[in-house]
């Protein structure tokens, strides 16, 4: 009767390694999957992040080449208006100085 509850208390041991080393491998599996699940989180946030500031970055260049063009354009017309001011001053001085 000794023998077969030694028998008994062995096997019960064997049966609660084979549970903890089960346990165990679990957790790690566990672990394993939540770190890939973070990782790949962290991924889809990074890659969002540079898509919004890829997005900035194209609008912030259409609006200054927007503003360059106006600039240049303003500049033209500024240029104009000098001569128009420049012949105006021209003929209004003839007047002046030949009246």
Do not use: F, P
């Not at 259409?62 to 000098?82: F, I, N, P, Y």
Request: net charge positive; aromatic share 4%.
């Amino acid at each position: 009767e000794l023998r077969v509850l030694q028998q008994r208390v062995a096997d019960a041991e064997r049966g609660h390694q084979k549970a903890l080393k089960k346990g165990i491998n679990t957790v790690k599996q566990d672990t394993q999957a939540k770190e890939q699940q973070r990782e790949e989180w962290r991924r889809k946030y990074a890659n969002a992040l540079l898509t919004q500031l890829d997005e900035q970055v194209s609008r912030t260049t259409l609006m200054v080449e927007d503003l360059t063009s106006k600039q240049s354009q303003w500049g033209h017309s500024m240029d104009a208006a000098e001569k128009a001011l420049d012949a105006l001053c021209g003929r209004l001085a003839h007047t002046l100085g030949g009246g």
